[in-house]
């Protein structure tokens, strides 16, 4: 039963697993006064205090909430696409707990006040926590770079500039310097738009074939290259947004090895779905960066399993019927993912492909570190940041049941096993699903 009131909370005969310590056990987590009591075997109703509320958990998963780490909410200037309340109710069906905005809205996230913004709505409207990154230049205009220091004193947990990439060398490089200094993340979107053009979807066969104009894995991994070289440069620590093909995952690895602050993140996505899925020009597939070959998706999956990629993200991206409804070549690229990102990752595991708590890492632990939240984790003491998931529940995606604003998924109708049962956020039981 949902509540407002802080209960204690035991989740008794549990899964638990926490990739913070690798621990994959049976047992109990408890919940008191809003952070994680204890997390062991054989808790058991005598050893709660009274007033708890228990919840058999029949063996289901415990593990920590998920932080996605690259959403778009509409607020402020694009609230017919999403809200912090739509996409917060969204994020709790999905066992999201918090929630990274980025800056691309209107005005974007480029101003100290414009962060105090977004902190005051996600306290009133909100359901889970929400933090923006603020803007890496001013208007995401790419030529003078945002106050990082204020913006980063004001609660911005990292800097980007959404799906647009900095293509001058020089300020990308000063941005680099400047965040150093400030200890702050760089995240950027590795996309060079002058090498991708008019491109639609994945350049290649396929493509030709549909009539597409194509977008080379080039211009991605030529924009990484460069990156690369200004964090050598600079010492700065970079994240790339989202990576989508082999030749990528070459230049990470060659800068992890090389003793760099580097990281990265692929989508749920890319990691699950490739071109061959645009079909009959199916809109609701066309994103930036395209979905690639099957070959790309299988070398981000083998990526994700060794600790290659760091983190996987929803991608999340609402855009209306208005824009979606069009000709693949002119409909807008993105699509909602938040309330299907664990589900649709669960794939992977049920594939073999990936082990649970590897997964769980990269959906909770590593974003957790990466931008100081203190979630991620299952520790005592730790916030009661909690999901509680049924790996084997299956069921078939219906957008109209989404809790989006808008309906651009490219989940619909698919068959998917596993799903977030019960959400609690700061120990507070925020959503059931019944």
Same mark, same amino acid.
């Given at each position: 039963m949902? *509540?407002?009131?802080?209960r204690?909370i035991? %989740?008794?005969?549990a899964r638990i697993?926490?990739p =913070?310590?690798?621990l994959?056990f049976?047992?109990?987590l408890?919940?008191v006064?809003g952070t994680?009591?204890e997390a062991?075997?054989?808790i058991?109703?005598?050893?709660?205090?009274?007033g708890t509320?228990?919840?058999?958990?029949?063996?289901r998963?415990?593990?920590?909430g998920l932080v996605? @780490?690259?959403?778009f909410v509409?607020?402020?200037?694009?609230?017919?696409?999403?809200?912090? =309340? *739509?996409?917060?109710?969204a994020?709790?069906a999905g066992g999201?707990?918090t929630?990274i905005?980025?800056p691309?809205t209107? &005005?974007?996230i480029?101003? &100290?006040t414009i962060?105090?913004?977004?902190?005051?709505?996600a306290r009133?409207?909100g359901m889970?926590h929400?933090h923006?990154?603020?803007?890496?230049?001013?208007?995401?205009?790419g030529?003078e770079m945002?106050?990082?220091? %204020?913006l980063?004193?004001a609660? !911005?947990v #990292?800097?980007?500039d959404?799906?647009?990439s900095?293509?001058?060398?020089?300020v @990308?490089?000063?941005a680099?310097t400047?965040a150093?200094?400030?200890?702050?993340?760089?995240v950027?979107?590795?996309?060079?738009?002058?090498?991708?053009?008019e491109?639609v @979807?994945n350049?290649g066969e396929?493509?030709a074939r549909?009539g597409?104009?194509g977008a080379p894995?080039a211009?991605e991994?030529?924009m /990484?290259?460069?990156d690369?070289?200004l964090?050598t440069?600079t010492g700065?620590?970079?994240?790339?947004?989202s990576l989508t093909?082999a030749e =990528?995952l070459?230049?990470?690895r060659? !800068?992890?090895?090389?003793?760099l602050?580097v $990281?990265?993140s692929a989508?749920?996505?890319?990691l699950?779905?490739?071109?061959?899925?645009v079909g &009959?020009?199916r809109?609701?597939?066309?994103? *930036?960066?395209p979905l690639?070959a099957?070959?790309?998706?299988?070398?981000?999956?083998?990526?994700l399993?060794?600790?290659l990629?760091d983190?996987?993200?929803?991608?999340?991206n609402p855009?209306? +019927?208005?824009?979606k409804r069009?000709?693949?070549?002119e409909a807008?690229?993105?699509?909602?993912?938040?309330?299907? @990102?664990?589900?649709?990752? /669960?794939?992977?595991?049920h594939?073999?492909e990936?082990k /649970?708590i590897?997964l769980?890492?990269?959906?909770?632990?590593r974003p957790a570190?990466? %931008?100081?939240?203190?979630?991620?984790t299952?520790?005592?003491?730790a916030? !009661?940041d909690?999901?509680?998931?049924?790996p084997? #529940?299956p069921?078939? +995606?219906d957008r109209d049941?989404?809790? *989006?604003?808008c309906?651009n $998924?490219?989940?619909?109708?698919?068959r998917?096993?596993g799903r977030?049962?019960c959400?609690i +956020?700061?120990?507070?039981?925020?959503?059931?699903?019944?």
């Amino acid at each position: 039963m949902l *509540s407002d009131r802080q209960r204690p909370i035991l %989740l008794a005969n549990a899964r638990i697993v926490d990739p =913070s310590r690798d621990l994959d056990f049976p047992g109990d987590l408890l919940i008191v006064d809003g952070t994680i009591r204890e997390a062991k075997r054989g808790i058991g109703a005598a050893g709660v205090p009274e007033g708890t509320d228990i919840v058999e958990c029949r063996g289901r998963i415990v593990a920590p909430g998920l932080v996605d @780490m690259r959403a778009f909410v509409g607020e402020p200037g694009a609230e017919g696409r999403e809200t912090i =309340s *739509s996409a917060s109710q969204a994020a709790v069906a999905g066992g999201v707990t918090t929630i990274i905005c980025q800056p691309d809205t209107q &005005p974007a996230i480029d101003d &100290p006040t414009i962060v105090d913004f977004i902190q005051r709505r996600a306290r009133d409207t909100g359901m889970v926590h929400v933090h923006p990154m603020a803007a890496l230049t001013k208007g995401l205009q790419g030529q003078e770079m945002t106050e990082i220091g %204020l913006l980063k004193a004001a609660g !911005a947990v #990292a800097f980007t500039d959404g799906a647009r990439s900095v293509t001058n060398s020089q300020v @990308m490089r000063r941005a680099l310097t400047y965040a150093r200094d400030f200890g702050a993340l760089i995240v950027h979107h590795t996309e060079d738009p002058d090498l991708t053009g008019e491109g639609v @979807m994945n350049e290649g066969e396929f493509a030709a074939r549909l009539g597409l104009v194509g977008a080379p894995k080039a211009a991605e991994t030529i924009m /990484l290259e460069r990156d690369i070289r200004l964090v050598t440069l600079t010492g700065g620590r970079y994240h790339a947004a989202s990576l989508t093909c082999a030749e =990528s995952l070459d230049v990470l690895r060659r !800068a992890k090895d090389a003793g760099l602050h580097v $990281t990265a993140s692929a989508s749920i996505n890319h990691l699950t779905l490739n071109e061959i899925d645009v079909g &009959p020009y199916r809109t609701f597939f066309k994103l *930036s960066p395209p979905l690639r070959a099957e070959d790309d998706r299988r070398a981000l999956v083998a990526a994700l399993a060794e600790g290659l990629i760091d983190v996987v993200v929803s991608d999340h991206n609402p855009q209306d +019927v208005e824009v979606k409804r069009l000709p693949f070549a002119e409909a807008a690229a993105g699509a909602i993912g938040i309330e299907t @990102m664990l589900p649709a990752s /669960l794939r992977l595991v049920h594939n073999g492909e990936i082990k /649970l708590i590897t997964l769980l890492k990269a959906l909770s632990t590593r974003p957790a570190e990466l %931008l100081g939240l203190p979630g991620g984790t299952l520790r005592p003491g730790a916030p !009661a940041d909690v999901v509680v998931i049924d790996p084997d #529940a299956p069921w078939i +995606v219906d957008r109209d049941e989404l809790k *989006s604003k808008c309906r651009n $998924t490219p989940f619909d109708e698919a068959r998917l096993q596993g799903r977030a049962v019960c959400t609690i +956020v700061a120990g507070r039981t925020v959503y059931e699903y019944v």
